[in-house]
């Protein structure tokens, strides 16, 4: 059964409107970068994606991430067409994010080095919530975060459908790559 208590927008609104700390600790990104790829021996599927959302408590390390799903752009307009109307199905499913905590978050991560950290949470893509557990990359660096990580998406799991003739051009595990640079607010 597919279900969510919020949306995913008002996720990033209650989120950024109840965080019970001074404005100095919270942190936003409106222009993240989200790039995804699909290999198969008879086709390479990539899409980049200029405007993720985020924000981020530097308090406990809590965050969410936003996407919109129409806001992909794909090398060939019939690869975005397909992505949009027969697999995301962005009518339906508009959105994709990702809430939780940064596993193990401390001040100390704030040092301006470049921490290995793990994020806990819910990823949320095509109507279906996975928990799951992402590796990625912190640094503090001037007034805000930068923020990198890399995992793979299973189409199976997010009941993303893939006809038979299409096995072959599309993989059933997509690599995800998202950078963001969240400010200070």
Not at 20 to 26: E, G, H, K, M
Not at 64 to 80: N, W, Y
Request: proline share 3%; net charge negative.
């Amino acid at each position: 059964m597919r279900s969510h208590l919020l949306s995913p927008l008002c996720t990033l609104v209650l989120l950024g409107s109840s965080m019970s700390v001074i404005n100095a600790q919270r942190y936003m990104g409106h222009s993240g970068t989200v790039h995804f790829h699909s290999q198969t021996l008879m086709e390479d599927i990539e899409a980049t994606l200029p405007d993720m959302t985020g924000i981020m408590d530097a308090v406990d390390g809590s965050f969410a991430f936003q996407v919109k799903m129409r806001s992909f752009s794909f090398e060939k307009a019939l690869m975005q067409e397909h992505f949009n109307e027969d697999y995301i199905e962005s009518d339906q499913f508009p959105k994709a994010s990702f809430q939780g905590q940064i596993i193990g978050w401390s001040e100390s991560l704030g040092d301006g080095e470049t921490h290995v950290v793990q994020a806990e949470g819910v990823f949320w893509c095509h109507g279906v919530e996975q928990r799951r557990t992402i590796d990625g990359s912190l640094k503090k660096a001037d007034n805000g975060w930068e923020i990198s990580c890399r995992f793979p998406v299973q189409l199976e799991e997010h009941d993303i459908d893939v006809p038979g003739w299409a096995t072959y051009l599309i993989s059933s595990t997509i690599d995800v790559d998202v950078q963001i640079k969240l400010t200070q607010q």
